[in-house]
């Protein structure tokens, strides 16, 4: 008898989730569109976009250097699951006036790109 290894897409996110510290900074494939425009390594440079390294934990717009817009800076979020996840789904739903314009509908590709931005540490 052969165990059947295929997952359900919520197995599938739970496995990714509970697997993060393991693949710790192996990006996923989900996350080859957010490097156009942001880098995610420890120098803190940035692109277009932010760079994501130690982005989870921190408060919106608060990385030095950046010109973040008004509407971010003040959004007052500070960026976790829940807040990342929302932004991710839809940038300018969450904070109108954002100048993120791409958004990430999987909510399973959401989970992945999240599970490695809470590798960079």
Not at 30 to 37: P, S, V
Not at 40 to 47: H, I, L
Not at 106 to 118: E, G, N, T, V
Request: hydrophobic share 45%; proline share 10%; charged share 15%.
């Amino acid at each position: 008898m052969t165990a059947n290894l295929s997952l359900t897409p919520v197995a599938a996110v739970a496995a990714m989730l509970f697997a993060a510290p393991v693949m710790a900074q192996t990006a996923p494939s989900a996350f080859n569109a957010c490097r156009a425009c942001h880098s995610v390594e420890s120098d803190g440079k940035s692109g277009i976009g932010p760079n994501l390294h130690g982005v989870v934990g921190r408060p919106a717009a608060s990385l030095p250097g950046f010109g973040y817009s008004p509407a971010l800076r003040s959004s007052k979020l500070r960026w976790d699951d829940q807040s990342l996840d929302d932004f991710l789904a839809a940038p300018s739903k969450k904070v109108p006036g954002t100048r993120m314009p791409i958004s990430t509908p999987d909510p399973a590709k959401r989970a992945a790109i999240i599970a490695y931005l809470k590798s960079l540490k």
